[in-house]
């Protein structure tokens, strides 16, 4: 998994024999900066780049993931030959799911991984889902659905990454699962932070805390008519950008840092918005994503909620590997010629086996 932070590679090395769901072992491999750059600039609004850069760095993922998952193999001394299948979501460049021509692009080329590795791989997970109509995002509720539900409470599930998303679990399990991004998780939080301190991300939301939130500003950037569109919904790092943010106001006017507190309190609030529109019943939020690890933003949900804010790490699953374990999930679907998508989240006209298939050998006749 590589997500819309664009901060690395998540490998998670998962059993799911029947139900159960077993982390074996986890590896995290960080991008280079280089690399960070170069995707943040194709994943750039409007950004002028070439085939040729866009292929380079398609078979260059290839390879860092199939790095990822050697390494993880060899520190526990598992053959490949003992794994079913790789499920690789690859890096979002693009997410344009609402146009005359819905799509969404994700590189990582699957041919190299299951090359490199010699194990099956399944990828290009969302345009199945697409196709049938849907948003193609997000995919990871059917796997909340099936590890979080219980039938004694309704639960949310927030998931922080570049873009926050939000997953709604009914205690009454004849409800459908509701679930749809929010809006920018991280993503603006971390390009500030660039732009004024040189830095990948704000550990800890600290610089964050040294300013004030602007709640005239926080009133403008919530007219965004995205926040108040009804599900399906699904964004990225594409739309909610620097570039975005500078469309709605003069940042000149304001202290850089209260405009990352400001920042910080506009993931938050919008979350919290968007629980308590379409699940106010909702008794317990579990979140997972790199944001778990902002005490100030967490802080800022516990706030503004209206129910217990928890990591999912107290119901035995770490919340950096909750999304690579779920893309393991979704390609035992796929293996399984099962259904992955689930039309009440993605808006598709039905269910569908999503991605495709990259066999680790070929039988010759």
Known sequence: MSGTSLDGIDAALVN????????????????????QRKLQHL?????????????????????LFASAVKN?????????????AIGSHGQTVYHAPSGRFPFSLQ??????????????????FRRRDLAAGGQGAPLVPA???????CSSETRCI?????????????????????????????VLLNQWMQRHLNCAYDANGAWANTGNVDFALIELLKQEPYFHALPPKSTGVDYFSLAWLEAQC?????APEDVQASLCYLTAITICDAIEKFAPET???LVCGGGVHNPYLMALLAEHSFCSVQSTADFDLHPDHVEAIAFAWLAKQTMNQKSGNLQAVTGANHSVILGGIYNSKCNSG
């Not at 799911?16 to 690399?35: C, Q, R």
């Not at 994943?43 to 290839?62: H, Q, V, W």
């Not at 060899?74 to 794994?83: D, H």
């Not at 796997?143 to 539900?149: E, I, K, S």
């Open 16 to 35: 799911l024999n029947g139900d159960h769901v077993e982390l074996i072992a986890f590896e995290y491999l960080p991008f280079s900066t280089e690399i």
């Open 43 to 63: 994943s750039a609004p409007n950004a002028k780049i070439s085939l040729s850069d866009y292929g380079e760095m398609d078979t260059r993922l290839g390879h």
């Open 72 to 84: 993880l193999l060899r520190k526990k001394n598992i053959p490949a030959a003992t794994i079913v």
């Open 107 to 124: 590189i990582g080329d699957p041919n190299c991984i299951a090359e490199q590795t010699g194990i099956t791989t399944v990828a290009d």
């Open 143 to 149: 796997f909340h659905d099936a590890v979080f539900r």
């Open 158 to 186: 927030v998931n922080i990454g570049g873009i926050a998303n939000v997953t709604i679990l009914p205690a009454n399990k004849n409800a459908p699962v509701i679930g749809f991004d929010t809006g920018t998780g991280n």
């Open 250 to 254: 003069e940042l000149k006017n304001y």
């Open 283 to 285: 008794a317990r939020i």
